[in-house]
């Protein structure tokens, strides 16, 4: 008897041993993304599928709880600096897995530094691996030199030699423009135009590519901008004498059901293709669509396998997310296999990616899609062509 | 030489449109000295109604018809219970006419929501036009025949009708005009609500061309000011000439000088205020 009461009292203890002495508090992350404003449509959307990553894994990592704390930045730098800074100092989150607008990104990358605070976003400004590269900030989006020299590659293949370039007046666009400059060099630019975001009529941009005799056409804008001038390219007729090349998520499937039926042929390079037949890909799609009634695209791709990228870390330190330098380190290293193939980041914190050469087509449903193309395999961060 | 058809064409279409806007601001403030900042709201949410007519019934008539009676009326409950309180006094109209803007401009995103909208052509304006080797959107070509139609109309109603002699008659002398036996307070109304029709009917007919989404509002009520400015408030004449002056400027700008294209607009504007305070067709 006293035998049987010494081992279940050795036992009781050495259960409560064995538990990690943190095991009781969960782990705080803070998920901010424009949920109201012009931005609102891709940062609802990415939010719902970073929780359908964490809901994957039952919200319990590590024999941890997880507890994601959403904010919303409503797509402008201050706001969303200040958010940043509740989360951090307020609530007291263990890392920030937050936010895909340039302006906010550029805003919040000194303050997380500065607080040595995790953070993994979805912003492709291509200083965050750059002048405000830290060891705490991690890019899990290719930089617009990235996508931008990919896509200007992929057409120069195709065999255009004197291309036409549009986009916003914004810095991805005018990176995105450098890129394209440097592939093809720059007396093969005809024009290139900077029209504002948010821009409505694009008659009179559209009425001079039609004069400039070029291969193609670039186009760097997203959002609602994307399906605007597709319809008004279309509507102008310029889809019958040049072909256009979206950069980045320019035909991300959520944005597809705004486009015309005549969008068929429109090109674009990107990590995400909704129609690739993976086993993973059929689990992010069929999981999505149960929870959220819709189709996912390139923005709920990137903020799923982010999160996939963490729950990865945070396993590989055993949930000890105190340690902040030692889940850094670990996440530096984590390489994830998801829908699109296995993702990882460089020794800058960048994302590293397969890339896949997507064409609009009219699907079995009479929807329109993305076809994946060839795949260009583990695209890096191009630091050596523009450092 | 059909680039610069073409471009000009295009920048008529986007002039009626503006013509449309003002030309309501212009009449209102011509009557009453009302300054409405509220006319951006009206062009919005013509457009968010007309768009939720189409998404309903498919049909552009019917979203047209919705759109601008339902927000004329819109416009005379608002002048009626609440204008009507600060008449002539210009600081307290403009201030109500300003909140107005910014209540209605938030309820439209609580209500459609905060993403950017595309209003679906009717059928029959689906295709181009071929002129030579560039092809021409033919809703385009239906705005510039409906922008000059409405002019004309217009015209015809302040020119050639009882109802215009009565609005005449009160834009230059209100109180003989009310001693003559003018019932002013209906027209003020009247006048009012038409403003407001004129400018949803802008915002449902510019939906297929500019889409209808949050922050239209001040936008085009920055350009409708503008044409105003240059065209001369009170003036028709100087709505329509001001709307096709922006148009043109603010297409041509874009092509020839992309980085400056605001400057485009208002250089001209601020040339015109200096040379004629009152502006091209305004009186002093």
């Known amino acids: 008897m006293r035998s049987l009461i010494a081992v279940t009292v050795a036992l009781a203890a050495f259960g409560t041993l064995a538990k990690p002495a943190f095991s009781q508090e969960p782990i705080k992350i803070g998920v901010m993304f424009p949920y109201t404003g012009p931005i609102s449509a891709q940062g609802r959307p990415e939010r719902d599928a970073i929780k359908q990553a964490f809901d994957e894994e039952n919200n319990t ?23 940043i800074k509740a989360l951090v100092e307020r609530d007291k989150v263990h890392l920030l897995l937050s936010e895909l607008v340039s302006s906010i990104g550029a805003a919040v990358a000194p303050y997380v530094n500065e607080q040595k605070m995790p953070w993994i976003s979805t912003v492709a400004l291509a200083s965050l691996t750059r002048a405000q590269k830290s060891p705490y900030i991690f890019r899990f989006v290719p930089s ?167 729950i990865q870390a945070i396993k590989d330190i055993n949930g000890k997310v105190e340690d902040r330098e030692a889940f850094i380190a670990a996440l530096g290293k984590v390489k994830v296999k998801g829908p699109m193939g296995e993702t990882s980041f460089d020794e800058q914190h960048g994302m590293v990616a397969d890339f896949y050469v997507l064409t609009v087509e009219k699907g079995s449903n009479g929807q329109l899609q993305n076809r994946c193309g060839e795949r260009i395999p583990q695209v890096k961060d191009p630091y050596a062509s523009f450092p | 030489m059909m680039f610069w058809v073409i471009q000009t064409l295009n920048g ?127 809703y385009r070509l239906f705005i510039i025949g409906f922008g000059f139609a409405i002019a004309g109309l217009l015209w015809w109603m302040q020119e050639g009708t009882r109802v215009g002699a009565m609005l005449r008659a009160g834009v230059d002398d209100e109180e003989t005009a009310r001693a003559l036996g003018i019932n002013v ?21 510019g939906g297929p061309i500019m889409g209808v989404y949050p922050g239209a509002d001040f936008e085009v009520m920055l350009l409708g000011f503008v044409v105003v400015i240059i065209g001369g408030l009170g003036s028709l004449k100087g709505a329509l000439a001001g709307g096709l002056i922006v148009g043109l400027l603010d297409n041509f700008g874009k092509v020839f000088f992309p980085e400056f294209a605001l400057f485009t607009i208002f250089a001209p504007m601020a040339l015109i205020l200096a040379v004629r305070p009152a502006g091209l067709f305004g009186r002093e």
């Open chain 1, 144 to 310: 617009s030199y990235q996508y931008a020299t990919t896509a200007a590659e992929v057409a120069k293949k195709m065999g255009w030699k004197k291309v036409y370039f549009i986009g916003w007046n914004a810095p991805p666009s005018r990176e995105s423009y450098e890129a394209v400059k440097k592939v093809f060099g720059e007396e093969n630019v005809v024009d290139a135009m900077f029209p504002n975001v948010g821009t409505s009529d694009y008659a009179p941009y559209l009425t001079k590519m039609d004069t400039s005799k070029a291969d193609g056409v670039f186009t760097a804008m997203w959002g609602a901008d994307a399906p605007r001038i597709v319809q008004q390219y279309v509507e102008y007729g310029l889809n019958k004498k040049m072909p256009l090349f979206g950069i980045a998520s320019f035909t991300s499937e959520e944005l597809l059901g705004d486009m015309p039926a005549a969008s068929v042929g429109v090109l674009s390079a990107y990590t995400y293709c909704g129609t690739l037949d993976t086993a993973e890909n059929k689990k992010f799609v069929e999981g999505y669509q149960s929870r959220y009634k819709a189709v996912p695209g390139s923005y709920q791709y990137m903020g799923y396998m982010a999160a996939k990228m963490v």
């Open chain 2, 12 to 138: 008529i279409s986007f002039g009626m449109l503006l013509f449309l806007l003002a030309s309501g601001l212009s009449l209102i403030y011509g009557l009453m000295k009302i300054l409405n900042l509220t006319h951006g709201s009206f062009y919005l949410l013509g457009g968010y109604i007309g768009l939720a007519v189409v998404h309903l019934t498919g049909s552009l008539l019917l979203a047209v018809l919705v759109g601008s009676l339902s927000i004329a009326l819109l416009g005379a409950l608002m002048e009626r219970f609440l204008l009507r309180r600060f008449h002539l006094q210009e600081l307290p109209q403009t201030l109500l006419t300003f909140g107005f803007l910014f209540i209605f401009s938030d309820l439209a995103i609580v209500i459609w929501g905060g993403n950017p909208q595309t209003m679906p052509k009717p059928a029959m304006f689906s295709e181009s036009v071929q002129f030579g080797a560039f092809f021409y959107p033919s």
């Open chain 1, 61 to 83: 990592i590590a024999g941890r709880k997880i507890e994601l704390l959403y904010e919303d930045s409503t797509g402008r730098p201050d706001t969303g600096l200040t958010k």
């Open chain 2, 185 to 205: 307070s209906l027209l003020f109304t009247m006048v009012f609500a038409l403003g407001a029709f004129l400018a949803a009917l802008g915002g449902v007919m």
